[in-house]
């Protein structure tokens, strides 16, 4: 996190007013009750759909801290709206334990949220039911993409390349991340 902190807490903030953004529009979703008109649906609809862009922040960050215990290395983007990931993680300098870390953060805070949403979410609103039905779309998603390079790299593959990863400056292309140098 060395000469990341400024950037840190900007992601820290915008999160934060996303989530309490979605608690609002949960809020007076619930006051609306059943959608009756076409206003009532497009609440329903939007809050469905930022319910679920909230689950996916949160298992960014549960990527992200699971990264940090590990002592990872990684590179926050220089703007909160520079790309759709939280961090890159260093796919040269960083060990098997450390990519199993972060990936084992950003499953655990997907069952957590999972978990939440079932046992917290109405189920009798449209609203509910978005979140919920792309929610486990996103789950499904992370078992497609994520749990396949998880399980190659437990048992001895490479590590992975790709946008959500960078690699040090004079890293052969075969290793190296597609989200650039991890210059800091």
């Given at each position: 996190m060395d000469k990341q902190w400024n950037r840190f807490f900007a992601f820290l903030l915008r999160d934060s007013l996303i989530?309490?953004?979605?608690?609002?529009?949960?809020?007076?979703?619930?006051?609306?009750?059943?959608?009756?008109?076409?206003?009532?649906?497009?609440?329903?609809?939007?809050?469905?759909?930022l319910t679920v862009f909230v689950a996916y922040l949160l298992h960014e960050w549960g990527h992200l801290l699971g990264a940090w215990v590990a002592g990872g290395a990684f590179v926050l983007p220089a703007t909160v709206t520079e790309t759709m990931f939280l961090f890159r993680f260093d796919n040269v300098r960083n060990s098997r334990a450390q990519f199993i870390s972060m990936s084992l953060g950003g499953f655990a805070s997907s069952i957590l949220v999972v978990v939440f949403l079932v046992s917290a979410l109405p189920w009798n609103l449209l609203a509910s039911w978005i979140a919920l039905g792309l929610v486990a779309a996103g789950v499904l998603a992370t078992f497609i993409i994520e749990v396949p390079m998880f399980l190659g790299v437990v048992r001895g593959g490479p590590m992975p390349t790709g946008t959500a990863f960078v690699s040090p400056p004079g890293t052969p292309p075969e290793r190296a991340g597609a989200g650039g140098s991890s210059l800091i």
């Open positions: 989530i309490l953004l979605a608690v609002a529009l949960w809020l007076y979703t619930l006051a609306l009750g059943k959608p009756h008109d076409l206003w009532s649906v497009a609440v329903h609809v939007a809050t469905g759909l």
